[in-house]
């Protein structure tokens, strides 16, 4: 069976990092490929996992873990990489030379679109997503000229692609704010709209995480 490291969706990315870091992959180097340079993503691709041997079988891995060293992984969707790694002693061979960041330290950032960033961090323990305030921001000042419109079912419309994030508990808090933000806005604007008419999912639906492709 080859590696699997495609995403087939950033949605699918952002799940997959989440559960890494929660398995103790705190440690964390993300790029993004030039655009320009697509036609060469495969090869990168294989570097990088060979580079770090990021390519090794579950059981491969306890055994390394075992030993003390530490394990890495690779995922990349579009042109967003990211590799991860656990606690432990770098293997001799491996060329340690990319920049690491420590996700208990400094909450990673992911940045999906020109729009739109989310940000894993651990609080208290636990592995949260969030939107990034320049996201959040974003999509208030869309609402705020939405509400001008006074039309209601444009200010639903628009909530709802707000709600299409998915609920990690971070954001949801972030839609509930939205949406008590939404109807404050829309009742300066002499709109009737009550939170109750505003839906936020509650639930996150897992999502697939690879795209059928494999090294």
């Known amino acids: 069976m080859g590696t699997r490291y495609l995403a087939a969706s ?14 103790g992959y705190y440690f964390y180097h993300i790029t993004y490929f030039p655009l320009k340079k697509k036609d060469k993503f495969a090869e990168i691709d294989r ?11 579950k059981f491969q891995r306890y055994r390394r873990k075992a030993k003390g060293l530490a394990n890495f992984v690779y995922v990349r ?8 790694h656990t606690l432990g002693e770098i293997e001799e061979g491996i060329v340690y030379d990319d920049q690491f960041h420590d996700i208990r330290e400094r909450p990673l950032e992911i940045k999906v679109s ?3 960033a989310l940000v894993i961090r651990i609080i208290d323990g636990r592995v949260t997503v969030r939107l990034s ?14 509400a001008k419109t006074k039309d209601k079912q444009l200010m639903l419309n628009e909530f709802r692609k707000i709600d ?3 609920s990690w508990a971070g954001i949801f808090e972030q839609k509930q704010n939205l949406a008590r933000y939404l109807v404050k806005q829309a009742r300066r604007n002499e709109v009737k709209l009550t939170l109750g008419e505003v839906h936020i999912t509650r639930k996150r639906t897992p999502v697939q995480v ?6």
Request: aromatic share 16%.
């Open 10 to 23: 950033w949605q699918g990315l952002v799940q997959y990092v989440v559960y890494l870091v929660s398995r």
């Open 47 to 57: 570097k990088l996992i060979g580079k770090y041997k990021a390519d090794l079988s």
């Open 77 to 84: 969707w579009h042109n967003i990489a990211i590799i991860l």
């Open 114 to 116: 020109d729009l739109t």
């Open 133 to 146: 305030r320049e996201t959040y921001e974003g999509l208030r000042i869309v609402l705020y000229e939405t």
């Open 164 to 166: 299409a994030f998915p």
């Open 210 to 215: 690879f795209a059928e492709q494999e090294i």
